[in-house]
């Protein structure tokens, strides 16, 4: 929060931490350097315990499970640096787009519910010379059904947080002026540029009304050719549709015709067979006619010869 509430980013908070622009990645960097460092702006932690804690998570190596307590000992800047970063890997300035935006959220619903808050935190135990612990502030809120979204109200108490650097002393009085300010600021811009565009469609008017009867004009136009582009479209559907069906009762006309003209031809093919059949027994009963007549003759000549 400290770091945000001075709007540095986490290079500049590096640069703080290693005491200058001057070192270069391949300088190191000792434990009682870093210590100094961190009691001093923009860290200043509150007891030099802490300042050690985290001087020694960044310049240590965690590999190791027991590791002497040296302010000689240092690391390189560049792993320092890593270190620093993983440390701080959520760590986000929003740009200056995102916090107008942010802003401008805020003031909407700090002005449209200012009665319900105010009221919300003069009963607050927590708000004695008007300052509030964040996590009082966070439940009062909740309390009443304040419609602030998680980053919003982390925005709304890193502002607070500014004037005191202390989470739990936030001077709660201030978010009513600063965002009510903002509030009505953007609610004369939007006036302004609302009057303006009256203002600019007045000048307009009548230019306005001739482009608006040349936009029929041409609407009027694209509506017929695009009623003729239809006309005809259906058209060529209704041409293509009787083709097809034309085509399909040839088709009709042509299966039946081949239908009855295998029917012909299984008819011709019957009766060729069945008189085929018939010439065959024909010369099947001459043939035992002639076998029979030559048996008679045989025995004819041999009765002959008998006698």
Request: no cysteine; hydrophobic share 30%.
């Amino acid at each position: 929060l400290r770091f945000k509430a001075q709007n540095l980013s986490l290079e500049d908070v590096f640069k703080q931490l290693i005491g200058g622009e001057d070192k270069s990645p391949l300088d190191k960097i000792t434990l009682g350097e870093t210590i100094q460092s961190l009691q001093k702006p923009p860290f200043v932690f509150k007891t030099k315990e802490d300042s050690i804690l985290v001087a020694r998570y960044l310049i240590e190596e965690n590999e190791d499970d027991y590791i002497i307590y040296d302010e000689e000992n240092s690391n390189l800047v560049s792993i320092v640096k890593s270190v620093f970063r993983k440390f701080l890997s959520n760590y986000h300035l929003p740009t200056e787009e995102e916090e107008e935006e942010i802003v401008n959220d805020i003031s909407r619903v700090i002005v449209h519910q200012r009665s319900v808050i105010e009221q919300a935190l003069l009963i607050n135990p927590d708000q004695r010379g008007g300052y509030i612990s964040s996590e009082n502030l966070k439940q009062a809120f909740k309390q009443i059904e304040v419609n602030l979204r998680p980053e919003l109200f982390d925005h709304l108490v890193l502002y607070l947080y500014s004037f005191t650097f202390d989470i739990k002393r936030l001077p709660y009085k201030k978010m009513f002026e600063k965002f009510n300010r903002e509030f009505h600021s953007e609610h004369e811009e939007h006036e302004s540029n609302i009057s303006r565009q009256q203002s600019d469609r007045g000048g307009v008017h009548q230019d306005q009304q001739q482009v608006n009867q040349q936009q029929k004009v041409e609407q009027k136009q694209d509506h017929q050719l695009k009623q003729e582009e239809a006309n005809k479209q259906q058209a060529l559907e209704k041409k293509q549709k009787e083709e097809q069906e034309l085509k399909s009762k040839q088709l009709e006309q042509q299966r039946l015709e081949q239908q009855k003209y295998n029917q012909i031809q299984k008819q011709e093919s019957l009766k060729k067979e069945k008189s085929h059949t018939s010439e065959n027994s024909k010369n099947e009963l001459k043939k035992q006619e002639s076998n029979h007549q030559d048996s008679q003759h045989k025995v004819q000549k041999l009765s002959l010869i008998h006698i």
